[in-house]
């Protein structure tokens, strides 16, 4: 799928809902400095700057699509304790989570301790209870999960092997899921997969696909065939398998295997990256796309997560932007028709960019265009050219204009790293394409009066901003600014 396409089903992810059930968590980061060696034994001891808490585990699946915009719902269980009573305020602190955590008095609440130094892991302590849900409080769970898969698009079962999801229990929740029509992500723990048998898709790493089927997964090849072992095994409709650094292999039923690549990184750090993965696939699935092209953004957000510290997570507008910059000099993915350059607009200003806009015939580009084009970005993040069409310089230049057609003009602009976006208008004036772009900043010439830049009564009505930008050859760039009411 293209680069829009995906863009705009990013854009649909605040009306997906998610149902996720599985085994909730409390993550510690421990952050210092290691400046020595214990006397006491050979281990370093590290001096304490700063502590972080965080949802982990299911929970931290729940973090990963509120933070993309997703209304989400959790199933899970908890100990009657402090960290219990931690991990439902964490919950409820998250935006569109509506959270059924049945408490257990007789188990704790797990929670990881991780120690870092040095940008490295040194240490992870658990404490944990990973007994099998007991009868009366799996059925509350179950309660809890058939009232609320009915108004789900999505439903993700995260099992870290901590009482919620093990023995039967899995499918249980899967069978309830499907009879609902809902689609099945299950990101696997252990190696009986056939808790999992007729989900939609099971997320396992390397290692885990490799002690499911006891068969080896060395290179893309035989992870396929290890994958498509267990798709036989389980009646799956596909298998996710995640690589660390070397990305994601896809494995659907009846298609080939499609391979997504990491993106080189500074910092390759794992923790909590599969939660990221299962979130913006869910995510991606519930927005309309496609296993595949869901995989793609799991991939693009995995690759963004891995290169913080710690458990992090990724929002929507990170993802847009990771897509926007893959060809960022790209000339002609920057040129666009009348609506998509709209529409780019005001994905723009609901990421809260600053928008600017000029415009021009650009017949023959000169240095004072570039000079203006350069100031123009100064004061914006995004900056749209319009450009008049070839009938257009005809009528206001005359005969034997332009010299190069709009297709060119618009190629040579758009190749210009100052420029976000060209758009060819046919009008003599670019009056209707500023009222539907609606940009923050409108840049000229000094030469022109505020109220020959577009006309009169748009600039009344416009609000925005219009720098006039003057530029002498051979003197230094001046400027004026000039609010405009509204």
Known sequence: MGQENLISAIEKFAEVRVLCVGDVMLDFFVYGDIERISPEAPIPVVRVQHEECMLGGAGNVVRNLASLGVAVSLVSLTGEDDPGQRVRALLASLPRCRAVTVSDPGRRTSVKTRYLAQSQQVLRVDSESTDPAGAAHLAQLLAAFEGLVGDCD????????????TGDSAQRFIQTARAAGKPVLVDPKG?????????????PNRKELAEATA???????????????????????????????????????????????????????????GDTVAAALAAGIGSG???????????LAAGLVVSKIGTAVVTEEQLIRELESHHPSAADSKVMVFEEAVQRARRWRRQ????????????????GHIALLRKAREHCDRLIVGINSDSSVTRLKGPGRPVQ?????????????PVALVVVFGEDTPERLIRELHPDLLVKGADYQPDQVVGANLVAGWGGELLLVDLVPGHSTTRTMQRLAR
């Open 215 to 273: 068969m080896p997964v060395a290179d893309d090849s035989s992870v396929e065939r290890a994958a498509r072992h267990l798709i036989a095994e389980t009646s799956l409709d596909a298998v996710l398998v995640t690589l660390g650094p070397a990305g994601m292999l896809l494995v659907p039923t009846d298609k080939p295997a499609r391979a997504y690549r990491a993106a080189a990184r500074e910092v390759f750090d794992v923790s909590g990256a």
């Open 289 to 299: 796309l496609n296993i595949e092209d869901a995989a793609e953004i799991a991939n």
């Open 405 to 417: 057609d709009e297709q060119t003009r618009a190629l040579i602009l758009a190749s210009l790293s």
């Open 154 to 165: 999505v439903v993700i079962l995260s099992d870290y092997g901590k009482g919620v999801l």
């Open 352 to 367: 809260g960019l600053r928008v600017g806009f000029t415009n021009g015939c650009f017949d023959l580009l000169h240095a």
């Open 191 to 203: 190696r009986d997969f056939q808790r999992y048998a007729h989900a939609t898709i099971v997320k």
